[in-house]
Nanobody, 115 residues
Framework: QVQLVESGGGLVQPGGSLRLSCAAS????????MGWYRQAPGKQRELVAA???????NYADSVKGRFTISRDNAKNTVYLQMNSQKPEDTAVYYC?????????WGKGTLVTVSS
């Protein structure tokens, strides 16, 4: 059974930082492209950042220079370090594992950026 469990969400002030974690089980983690998506109220889910099995990364333009995705294959965990956060970063953040035609999703963690 595949499980992706996100943690680390919460309330942060503008300009602050949070680190999200996603612990994976039931998949061969090291071969999957891992990604973070987010969905704000009334908006479609969008890609925030992704990291391939080889360590290549890509980011949404809106988070470049502020967010960093990383992975620890030994711990089957992917991280999203979020710095200089803005109110528009408020969303539910979802972890995704992708390999070939397979996609798995976590249940999401809420990030609220507000003073």
């Amino acid at each position: 059974q595949v499980q992706l469990v996100e943690s680390g969400g919460g309330l942060v002030q503008p300009g602050g930082s949070l680190r999200l974690s996603c612990a994976a089980s039931g998949i061969i983690f090291r071969i999957n492209t891992m990604g973070w998506y987010r969905q704000a109220p009334g908006k479609q889910r969008e890609l925030v950042a992704a990291i391939t099995s080889g360590g290549s990364t890509n980011y949404a333009d809106s988070v470049k220079g502020r967010f960093t995705i990383s992975r620890d294959n030994a711990k089957n965990t992917v991280y999203l370090q979020m710095n200089s956060q803005k109110p528009e970063d408020t969303a539910v953040y979802y972890c995704n594992a992708h390999f070939s035609i397979m996609d798995y999703w976590g249940k999401g963690t809420l990030v609220t950026v507000s003073s």
